[in-house]
């Protein structure tokens, strides 16, 4: 013999209960009582529950790099205009239709390496930040000068000079190339 309760409920959850109820095989008894279970002992739905939770951990997770990825590649495409505009000069006249020709052919050649990376399934900004941060952990660290041209001096290196042996600045020399060339 099972304990008898009665209890109030709101008339829209009253509704509701007689719709359900009404189903093939259902009665109120029946209904109310797997809803108090399910609500004082959570540990006994592992169906669903378990399954929508690890999902959407696996959902906040992806959105996470998402934002990690678009925050980078906007600040990247920020720091490119901004340098690309403070040092590009404008070209005289008689250049600049074969500057635009250039431009056009660059850009097509850009546009079909992108096209083969996301055909590939290939994620760029995920491979160099992983790369990067695997070989300069602490890069990420450090209150870098905006707008400073790569190699410049950072006030962790003073002392250090800024130009290699043949006089050029670091991001010129040899060695700079090569470490630029591996982020």
Do not use: C, W
């Not at 008898?4 to 093939?24: F, G, I, N, T």
């Not at 250039?102 to 850009?110: A, I």
């Amino acid at each position: 013999m099972k304990p008898k309760l009665s209890a109030y409920v709101s008339d829209s959850v009253a509704q509701r209960l007689e719709l359900a109820a009404k189903r093939p095989g259902a009665n109120k008894s029946a209904i109310v009582d797997a809803a108090l279970d399910r609500f004082l002992n959570p540990e006994r739905d592992t169906s669903g529950d378990a399954a929508l939770i690890r999902r959407l951990d696996r959902m906040s997770r992806q959105l996470e790099r998402a934002d990690r990825d678009v925050s980078v590649l906007a600040e990247t495409i920020a720091l490119f205009i901004r340098y690309y505009l403070t040092i590009t000069p404008p070209l005289p006249s008689q250049d600049q239709d074969a500057a635009r020709a250039l431009g056009r052919e660059r850009f097509e050649m850009f546009v079909a390496q992108v096209g083969k990376r996301v055909a590939s399934g290939g994620r760029l900004v995920a491979d160099v930040m992983d790369r990067v941060s695997a070989s300069k952990p602490d890069l990420f660290m450090r209150n870098l000068e905006e707008g400073a041209p790569l190699g410049a001096a950072q006030p962790s290196d003073i002392g250090t000079p800024a130009q290699s042996a043949t006089g050029e600045p670091p991001e010129h020399s040899p060695a700079g190339r090569e470490e630029v060339g591996n982020v």
